[in-house]
């Protein structure tokens, strides 16, 4: 890791993924609460007692609501800006969060997960973004990963509260209400964040704005967001990207047409192919089973599902940092290729286990402890951080959000199919499924996604599409 270069990245800039903690948290906390509002005991509330479907809904609402926000930000991520974009992340959090926590009735309570949701969808959508265009290119993927990393440790911090909560009176409302003072921190870092340079040079290349202006505001954010050490080379910089800007043409708005045509629709193909990916090569499913594998292993733990979900957070907290460490000198194919390839092995042996060797317990932890590290070292950071990285300037917005939506839509596919496909063909050909689907996405990683590891947003456009 280059700490020398980390050091020119002011603090704050890491107020950016704290949306990637709040849904992280949201994901972890969401379990504990439904248990929570169902008890006639601990709930607090008279209608506790809530069917399957009303527990789906309120299980699903942030979901739901993230794909609401994903559908906002096509529209309006290029007029708000990233900066404005996470400010009302942030605003979204706190008032679905709050809206949640005192909720007077059920209907409230799933409008409160909805709007959570949208705030989700935002923050998902602007955070890649303005990492990819503030951080220096040595450090650019080291910073994004950062997102990834925060929602595993918003997953942990969420199983852990949630199971210290889960016996309190009411504790589904503390476990919602706790993401409040998050938001609150998250909305006023990113207050006192610049805008990105880069959105403001666009601006400025298409006429929307004072031009000389513009350039002096993005003269400054470079300061501001790579510290003193940078002053005097800001103003070069500037000149540099508007140079490279008008090489590549970003002179007119992108039309819907344009962006399922040449470099636009590539990058839509790169994009929106590693996300499906990442949600249909079963990590909800691996997860599903986590607890009955190791207990069947004879973990006496196992038997706890709140303590399961632990381990495996923390373990996955610790390959997320691995990625975060090395990605940046490795590059990023070679993590989604070793980690992919480790993703088939671990599926195999999965679908193997519960077909033919139902006794060698160990080899299904073997394979449980290999998806779940591999997955984060390649697909769980490397994701989120080729699709910052890979469209062009003037698309960015747009595509971002069309990934995003393509994300949460397949996340969204993928949970309601797996209950009736485990019963339908049971856990051993669900497995082997998508084992293969894991090998369909090695080939698709090989011939369709370029190394970016070194090059600047602007090159990428240049080089890699």
Same mark, same amino acid.
């Given at each position: 890791?280059?700490?020398?270069? @980390?050091? #020119? =990245? ?20 969401t379990s504990s609460a439904t248990i929570s509002i169902q008890s006639?005991?601990?709930s607090g509330i008279t209608w506790y007692d809530l069917d399957s ?227 249909? #090569?079963?990590?909800?499913?691996? @997860? ?29 907290? =610790? ?16 993590? !989604? ?7 088939? =092995? ?53 595509? @971002? ?53 070194? !090059? #600047? ?7 890699? @599409?």
């Amino acid at each position: 890791m280059d700490f020398m270069a @980390l050091k #020119t =990245i002011p603090s704050l800039l890491q107020f950016s993924p704290f949306g990637g903690l709040l849904f992280g948290y949201d994901i972890g906390a969401t379990s504990s609460a439904t248990i929570s509002i169902q008890s006639p005991s601990q709930s607090g509330i008279t209608w506790y007692d809530l069917d399957s479907v009303e527990i789906g809904l309120l299980t699903s609402g942030s979901l739901y609501g993230a794909l609401i926000g994903s559908v906002l930000a096509f529209n309006i991520a290029d007029f708000l800006g990233r900066r404005r974009e996470l400010l009302v992340a942030a605003l979204m959090y706190l008032v679905g969060a709050l809206i949640t926590a005192f909720a007077p009735n059920y209907p409230v309570l799933v409008i409160g997960r909805l709007v959570f949701g949208i705030g989700i969808g935002l923050a998902m959508h602007a955070a890649p973004m303005y990492i990819a265009e503030t951080a220096p290119t040595p450090i650019r993927g080291q910073l994004i990963s950062l997102k990834e990393f925060f929602i595993v440790i918003g997953i942990v911090a969420g199983y852990g509260l949630g199971s210290v909560l889960v016996d309190t009176v009411a504790g589904w409302r503390y476990m919602f209400g706790i993401s409040s003072p998050v938001a609150v921190i998250m909305g006023f870092g990113m207050w006192w964040l610049p805008a990105s340079p880069r959105w403001l040079l666009l601006r400025a290349i298409q006429g929307k704005g004072d031009l000389q202006n513009l350039k002096d505001t993005a003269i400054s954010s470079l300061c501001q967001l790579q510290g003193p050490t940078f002053h005097d080379s800001a103003s070069q910089q500037v000149d540099e990207i508007m140079a490279e800007f008008s090489y590549i043409g970003v002179e007119n708005e992108v039309t819907f047409v344009e962006m399922f045509r040449g470099k636009c629709r590539k990058a839509l193909v790169i994009s929106a192919g590693l996300v499906l990916f990442q949600q249909i #090569t079963g990590q909800p499913s691996v @997860l599903y089973y986590a607890a009955s594998i190791l207990q069947s292993a004879g973990f006496s733990l196992a038997a706890d599902a709140t303590r399961v979900s632990i381990l495996l957070g923390v373990f996955k907290l =610790i390959m997320t940092g691995v990625a975060v460490v090395v990605v940046d000198r490795l590059g990023r194919r070679p993590l !989604l290729l070793g980690g992919v390839s480790g993703i088939v =092995i671990s599926l195999f042996l999965l679908g193997s286990y519960y077909i033919f060797l139902d006794n060698a317990a160990v080899l299904a932890v073997v394979g449980l402890l290999l998806y779940v590290g591999c997955y984060q070292i390649s697909f769980g950071p490397m994701g989120w951080l080729m699709i910052a990285e890979i469209f062009p300037l003037r698309l960015r917005g747009r595509g @971002l959000s069309i990934a995003v939506l393509v994300n949460f839509a397949a996340n969204a596919l993928v949970t309601f199919a797996f209950s009736p496909l485990k019963d339908l063909l049971g856990a051993g050909i669900l497995f082997y499924i998508f084992c293969a689907i894991a090998v369909a996405s090695l080939v698709f990683i090989y011939f369709i996604v370029p190394e970016t590891k070194g !090059l #600047t947003l602007e090159e990428i456009e240049a080089k890699c @599409l």
